[in-house]
């Protein structure tokens, strides 16, 4: 069973920057699609970006379209996610998942998720 652990969140000015990092350790990481997912408080788990450890293609939530930027280094079994152009609205808690199909559908379905990592976006 694969194990992943998320790091990197915390406070961020509006507009500022975050880098976060999700670790893989045991079971089967490759080559499963991965994906970044958030929770508000209130709220459900709502998408936020998925990337195809094979060939790379990445899709995002258009809430996130062009500011944040999801990439893997499969040597060190990392998925990241560069956060941009932060609003206050992207406070929430972060997991990642891996997929259970290779390439991301809207049917692929994610889980062996981390337990998060808080991202805060305040003056």
């Known amino acids: 069973q694969v194990q992943l652990a998320e790091s990197g969140g915390g406070l961020a000015r509006p507009g500022g920057s975050l880098r976060l990092s999700c670790a893989a350790s045991g079971g089967t990481f490759s080559p499963y699609a991965m994906g970044w997912f958030r929770q508000a408080p209130g709220k459900e788990r709502e998408f936020v970006a998925a990337i195809n450890r094979v060939g790379g293609s990445t899709t995002y939530a258009d809430s996130v379209k062009g500011r944040f930027t999801i990439s893997t280094d499969n040597v060190k079994k990392t998925v990241f996610l560069q956060m941009s152009s932060l609003k206050p609205e992207d406070t929430a808690v972060y997991y990642c998942?891996?997929?259970?199909?290779?390439?991301?559908?809207?049917?692929?379905?994610?889980?062996?998720w981390g337990q998060g990592t808080q991202v805060t976006v305040s003056s």
């Open positions: 998942g891996r997929g259970n199909t290779v390439r991301y559908t809207v049917s692929t379905r994610f889980g062996s």
